[in-house]
């Protein structure tokens, strides 16, 4: 990051900190209050603006003012970043005024609001990466947009409303991606199959839905599941050929399996396993389970003799076998 944006900070910190509440002149009558508080806003001096107005709508509650203010009260706190006092205000002027011909302009605010909480001062100058960040404010943004296009259609803010959705969208849909390459990672391959599912059902029409299809390719790989596997390997296939896993027609994963065996596994060469992972007993892992279980009981009569037989020696071995590993059986 460059000094110029350093400084920047330091200085845009300094005057936030050493910043007080004005004292607004008990004199001054409710137009003067009105006009310093526009004049505040046109000089963007928000911090002074949000005293004046807050007097305002203190003194005169019922003045030909009052409503006015408690709407530029929202925009003045968006403006000095302040995104939760600006939502609490939107808040407030849409349960108090729901009739308001410019309760519109509250509903935009108030997700505008939400959209750059998580672009605070330091993300405009850091390489962040948005998909990476909690989602909560994007998802927040988006339904309070949802909310304004829903109820007001035919507003002026609508169009942008939708705009910022529409990129909204795209950014939760790489989020659940992201979170889905870290179960990858972490090998718990049914919640990483489980998100890649979520994104290809529910963000139709968004670039992670090829990413999407390529975590559950990758992830029931990984299970063993081969034709699920299979299934969405074809729809990756037809639909998106050019595909970063896809190398002249062939899946490559993206995720390397890592050893994450105990340090006495590895030494003993996995004759000694350390504790076993507890099973993810999730809703999730058993609604894979039940397609595996469906699955095998398709097999042909001839091999489930065998699978018994097998799983029945299993269950048989005593205590004293498992401890020798088998020498002494």
Not at 64 to 82: D, K, S
Request: charged share 25%; proline share 5%.
């Amino acid at each position: 990051m460059q000094v110029k944006h350093l400084l920047l900070i330091a200085i845009l910190a300094l005057t936030a900190a050493c910043s007080s509440n004005e004292t607004v002149d008990e004199n001054l009558g409710e137009v003067e209050l009105y006009q310093q508080a526009q004049a505040d806003l046109d000089n963007k001096s928000y911090t002074s603006a949000i005293s004046k107005l807050k007097a305002l709508e203190s003194r005169y509650p019922f003045g030909r003012f009052a409503e006015q203010a408690q709407l530029e009260l929202i925009y003045a706190y968006y403006r000095n970043v302040e995104p939760e006092a600006a939502r609490s205000a939107a808040e407030r002027f849409i349960r108090l005024h729901p009739q308001h011909p410019n309760v519109d302009y509250a509903y935009y605010l108030k997700g505008l609001a939400s959209f750059d909480q998580d672009r605070g001062l330091l993300a405009r100058f850091l390489p962040l990466d948005m998909t990476k960040r909690d989602p909560g404010a994007a998802r927040d943004s988006f339904n309070e947009f949802a909310q304004l296009t829903s109820r007001y259609p035919n507003s002026r803010y609508s169009p942008d409303a939708k705009a910022r959705m529409v990129y909204l969208r795209n950014l939760l849909a790489a989020n659940e991606i992201h979170v889905a390459h870290y179960y990858l990672k972490r090998q718990a391959y049914v919640a990483a199959a489980n998100r890649g599912r979520y994104v290809v059902e529910n963000f139709q029409g968004t670039p992670a839905v090829a990413d999407g299809l390529a975590v559950m390719t990758e992830a029931y790989q990984r299970l063993g599941l081969d034709d699920l596997a299979e299934t969405s390997l074809q729809t990756l296939q037809l639909n998106y050929p050019d595909h970063a896993t896809l190398e002249d027609g062939k899946f490559t994963p993206v995720e390397t399996e890592d050893d994450n065996r105990s340090w006495l596994s590895k030494a003993t060469l996995g004759l000694i396993e350390g504790e076993a992972p507890r099973p993810d007993t999730s809703r999730a892992n058993r609604d894979v389970l039940r397609q595996y279980e469906t699955a095998a009981q398709d097999l042909p009569e001839e091999l489930r003799p065998v699978l018994k037989e097998a799983e029945q020696q299993g269950e048989k071995r005593s205590w004293w076998s498992r401890l020798t590993f088998g020498l002494f059986d």
